[in-house]
């Protein structure tokens, strides 16, 4: 019986954790369709200064964390892949994942569980399967 329900418990974490990501990446995509909204209507094709100004302040992560929306206009800095390029071009939304860790490239061990959009969008998913 113990190791049934040894079993029982791990994969039951490991829905419960697919499930979040899940959320996660319908989270990103929404979020990324609003700024892209509001950089079509906006004047000059401006991206929103912060999640405030697409009615996303404050909206956490599934584990409690707030999304990381990074405008590179402003100074911000892109995330890498392997090979050094940034993932997108203009600005960037992510989540830390579980650990609450990142890293500037989606290689470093700290973000490999961090779920974030890479191709202006193509991509969507943990950064371990980019």
């Known amino acids: 019986m113990g190791i049934l329900a040894t079993i029982g418990v791990a994969r039951t974490k490991y829905v419960i954790e697919q499930a979040r990501t899940t959320r996660a990446i319908g989270d990103i995509r929404a ?3 609003d700024v892209q909204a509001y950089q079509a209507a906006s ?3 401006a991206l929103p200064p912060g999640l405030s100004d697409i009615d996303r302040a ?4 599934p584990w409690g964390r707030p999304y990381i929306y990074v405008l590179f ?3 911000g800095t892109p995330r890498t892949d392997v090979f050094g390029i940034d993932l997108n071009s203009e600005f960037d939304i992510y989540s830390m994942g579980p650990d609450g860790a990142s890293a500037i490239s989606i290689t470093a061990g700290a973000s490999q569980d961090d779920v974030v959009m890479a191709g202006d969008g193509g991509f969507i998913g943990r950064a371990s399967r980019y």
Do not use: E, R, Y
């Not at 404050?58 to 992560?61: E, K, R, T, V």
């Open 73 to 75: 206009s402003v100074g």
């Open 43 to 45: 004047p000059g094709h």
């Open 31 to 33: 979020i990324t369709n």
């Open 58 to 61: 404050g909206l956490l992560d």
